[in-house]
């Protein structure tokens, strides 16, 4: 409980600004024409655009009994700013007139029948209109606001929340669990909570939970999986379609692409730089092996055995690289490398198929290996989680949106797009599913297990994530002993979080 005793402590988030916009890859912006692959994106818009400053005053009854509710936007799924019913009228429009949009839009492309392929510039069209429906139907008028992403998202939270002036649902990413831990979000109703739990992948929620309750949803988060460059793995005498299923074999794949390519190409493995894109991979690897960055209060856990384990594993990985590739503070040097053809192998979020296809690349794609006492585990990445503040002025509407994201006509809907996976059991699960999405199907597998997000320290939330980042990239580069390495780095963030 030390972590909320002083409310105030919520100001230290801002000291986490780099992280919302760290999911590196996609951000929240995780379904669309782009399948989220802006190496940096968020997924709100402009920051500046269409916040009024007056949410807290924005929902309320009408004269028909209608209750109005206000929404954050994020950019996945955002088709602008105010009354969805009159956003819809106008964003056809836009879609039908924009030439510039490959495929084109056609009018046919509205008539969307669940289980069919669906024009992906409709994506965030579609879902508004399924979840606008849904809401008429309980008499209920959908608003939305456009706040940003990033750090002028988490800004305004911080401010609306000091001034109980906040939206019935606000969005984010890796502030999220915090604004939870503080006590400063609604939990869900103990029906609600026992059906997700029940129905839902853990990615859409487990990050979101905290002293047994859940506070925060994501129709469609990200989480890592393992890609792999078919020719590359097929020149190195390997079977291309098989992926490695523990750590040793996925050592000894890339041990073998690397001796194989002779300074032309190498195995790769995973991203570790000191930074939130390096951390939202390489902590795959800490979450599956036992290990982690912080417990449940906030404060940090770096030189657990398992750590230790993890890095020295890391440190291997290094020599499967070109040299100062995968400690590079440049993540997009990474990935890029990957691109090119230069790495078969890295650990990445789901619009790395995407991508991959889009490039040419005969990519593989699967859940990532475990280690010998490992269990499957995972951090989203590029997650928006939706939750209802505490001082929400209408939390029941606020909660049937939320229902709304999680119904089957949502899930299928993101089924259908192709681009990320659907969270609930019943469609992910279905048969037809599997057979026309295998590589979202993979992805799907991944967010079970001990799915988490990224934590946000106690104090000094910026500097004690430096100085992780720091350790572990000096425990890979050096032959220093990593568990000295990895006490100096607890020893420092203990003093930092006093």
């Known amino acids: 409980m030390r972590f909320k005793r002083v409310f105030i402590t919520i100001l230290a988030l801002l000291l986490a600004l780099g992280m919302a916009a760290c999911s590196s890859g996609g951000g929240g912006n995780s379904n669309g024409a782009d399948g989220g692959s802006n190496p940096s994106g968020g997924a709100g818009g402009d920051a500046n ?26 950019g996945a799924v955002g088709i602008g700013v105010g009354v969805v019913s009159d956003l819809l009228v106008e964003k056809k429009k836009g879609l039908l007139e924009d030439e510039t949009l490959t495929p084109r839009v056609k009018e046919e492309d509205f008539n969307y029948e669940p289980g069919k392929t669906v024009n992906p510039h409709l994506f965030g069209y579609l879902y508004q209109q399924i ?18 992403w990033g750090e002028p998202l988490i800004q305004k939270q911080t401010a609306g929340f000091l001034a109980k002036n906040i939206p019935d649902i606000i969005v984010g990413e890796t502030q999220m669990p915090g604004f939870a831990q503080q006590g400063l979000l609604e939990p869900f109703p103990d029906d609600m909570a026992d059906y997700i739990r029940e129905n839902i992948a853990p990615a859409a929620w487990k990050p979101m939970e905290y002293d047994g309750k859940i506070y925060g949803f994501a129709a469609q988060p990200g989480v890592s999986s393992l890609f792999w460059n078919k020719r590359l793995v097929r020149e190195a005498g390997l079977d291309p379609d098989k992926a490695p299923e523990t750590w040793e074999a996925f050592a000894a794949n890339l041990r073998a692409v690397t001796e194989a390519g002779k300074g032309k190409f190498y195995g790769g493995g995973v991203y570790a730089g000191p930074n939130f894109g390096g ?18 209060q906030g404060y940090p856990v770096f030189n657990s055995d ?161 100085i992780f980042g720091d350790a572990v990239a000096k425990a890979i580069m050096t032959k220093g002993d990593v568990r000295q390495i990895l006490d100096d780095a607890q020893k420092s963030a203990e003093t930092a979080v006093k």
Do not use: C
Not at 59 to 67: I, R
Not at 279 to 295: E, K, S
Not at 350 to 374: F, H, K, N, Q
Not at 387 to 416: G, H, T
């Open 49 to 74: 655009a269409g916040n009024s400053g007056d949410s807290g005053n924005a929902g309320g009854s009408g004269s028909d009994g209608a209750v109005t509710i206000t929404v954050l936007n994020e």
């Open 131 to 148: 979840i606008n429906e849904k809401m008429k139907e309980k008499n209920i008028v959908l608003k939305t606001e456009d706040w940003g």
């Open 279 to 296: 951390y939202l991979r390489f902590g795959t690897l800490l979450v599956i092996n036992g290990g982690g960055f912080a417990d449940d």
């Open 306 to 466: 398992a750590n230790v384990e993890t890095v020295t594993f890391l440190r291997e990985l290094n020599g499967y690289h070109p040299p100062g590739l995968m400690v590079n503070t440049n993540e997009g040097t990474y990935f890029d490398a990957f691109k090119k053809e230069q790495i078969a192998y890295l650990i990445d979020g789901p619009w790395r198929a995407a991508e991959s296809a889009a490039l040419g690349i005969e990519y593989g794609m699967a859940t990532i290996p475990l280690s010998p006492d490992g269990q499957p585990g995972n951090i989203t990445i590029g997650a928006a989680f939706h939750a209802v503040p505490k001082d929400a002025k209408n939390k029941e509407a606020a909660f049937e949106y939320i229902r709304a994201m999680y119904s089957e006509e949502i899930q299928q809907l993101i089924a259908d797009t192709g681009v990320r996976s659907p969270v609930l059991k019943s469609v992910a699960e279905n048969g037809d599913y599997q057979a026309k999405h295998p590589e979202m199907y993979q992805h799907y597998l991944a967010m079970a297990g001990n799915v988490q997000g990224l934590p946000t320290f106690a104090k000094e939330n910026s500097k004690v994530w430096q």
